[in-house]
């Protein structure tokens, strides 16, 4: 059964600051990784999503990097700003079907 | 609209009640996904449709539990003799395609059984 684990589970910065988001999953075996962010009443929005053949997707000032033998990927978002705070999850697709599995999520707090 | 849409945004019942969850998707997506949120928890997939496929129910998590979507479009997620542990918020999210592709999620549905 995939497993998928999202850590810190909260993570507070000073604005400015470049940071990174740890995921991990414990079946490499996946078809694609999807992260995204969940803002209180607005549900989720899907930031990057890595095909299980690639290595890292970007957008902006956002990159995500997926590395399947060691069952882990990274989102970095480099100089943050209040507006990045969120709680940001991860979800891990193991094959070309409906079976998603989601990460807990990190809670993350942008300081002015 | 232009995005995925829920209704209510907030339903508080009573144990044992009957409740309806309706989801409208992105105009021309053709699958729609149900997902429930418990507090703490990550998201729990509950049923996917695609086009007039059958839909795929593994994920729900007991036989109180159904999903219709009608012409293809609006989708309700039924919760018959509701117990307290199936409060969450429950989000419903469309994709263009078969699954693979992004998905677009609504704002949820926050359900208390009190």
Redesign the interface.
């Known amino acids: 059964k995939q497993e ?1 684990t999202q850590i810190p589970a909260a993570l507070s910065v000073p604005e400015g600051e470049n940071l990174v988001l740890n995921c991990s999953f414990t079946d490499s075996a996946i ?2 990784l ?1 992260w ?1 962010r969940q803002d209180p ?6 930031l990057l ?1 890595i095909q299980s053949s690639q290595r890292e997707q970007t957008s902006g000032r956002l990159n995500a990097s997926l590395d399947k033998s060691s069952g882990r990927s990274t989102l970095y978002i480099a100089a943050s700003q209040p507006g990045d705070s969120a709680t940001y ?1 991860c ?1 891990v ?1 193991r094959g ?10 990190t809670r993350l707090t942008v300081k002015p | 609209g232009a995005g995925v849409s829920q209704s209510p945004s907030n339903k508080v019942t009573e144990k044992g009640k009957d409740v309806e969850l309706r989801c409208d998707p992105i105009s021309g997506h053709t699958a729609l996904y149900w997902y429930r949120q418990s507090l703490g928890q990550g998201l729990e997939f509950l049923i996917y449709f695609q086009g007039n496929s059958a839909p795929d129910k593994s994920g729900l998590p007991s036989d109180r539990f159904s999903a219709e979507r009608t012409g293809g479009s609006v989708s309700t997620l039924t919760i018959q003799r509701t117990q307290q542990e199936d409060s969450a918020v429950y989000l419903c999210a469309s994709s263009l395609g078969p699954s693979g592709n992004t998905q677009y999620f609504g704002p949820g549905t926050r359900l208390t059984v009190l």
């Open positions: 998928v078809y694609n999807q995204f009443g607005k549900g989720l929005t899907s999503l999850l979800a697709r070309n079907n409906n079976d998603m599995r989601f990460g807990a999520g």
